[in-house]
């Protein structure tokens, strides 16, 4: 079984930062391309940022200049570095990744996400 585990959210001030680290565990399987997504209270889910195995990135137009999406094959780890937080951004974070099992299956797997709260 392939499991995605965030942690780094939090509370902060508006203008404060935040980093936020998804690790991806388990056996047999490599990952395809990752992703963080966020959701308010009363909203749809939505993509926040995303990056290819290759290192190809793309932002939501709200948040492109101020948060910035990485990652470490060799931890199999995502990151999403939060800055210039405004109250807009508050929501669950969810990671997101393609992973690919040995024998061939793909499936979509999403960690249990981590609240960002963000004061005036």
């Known amino acids: 079984q392939v499991q995605l585990v965030e942690s780094g959210g939090g509370l902060v001030q508006a203008g404060g930062s935040l980093r936020l680290s998804c690790v991806v565990s388990?056996?047999?399987?490599?990952?395809?391309?990752m992703a963080w997504y966020c959701q308010a209270p009363g909203k749809q889910r939505e993509l926040v940022a995303g990056i290819s195995s290759g290192g190809t990135t793309n932002y939501a137009d709200s948040v492109k200049g101020r948060f910035t999406i990485s990652r470490d094959n060799a931890k199999n780890t995502v990151y999403l570095q939060m800055n210039s937080l405004k109250p807009e951004d508050t929501a669950v974070y969810y990671c997101n990744a393609e992973i690919i099992r040995t024998w061939g299956t793909k499936l979509v797997n999403w960690g249990q996400g981590t609240q960002v709260t963000v004061s005036s």
């Open positions: 388990g056996s047999r399987f490599s990952i395809n391309a």
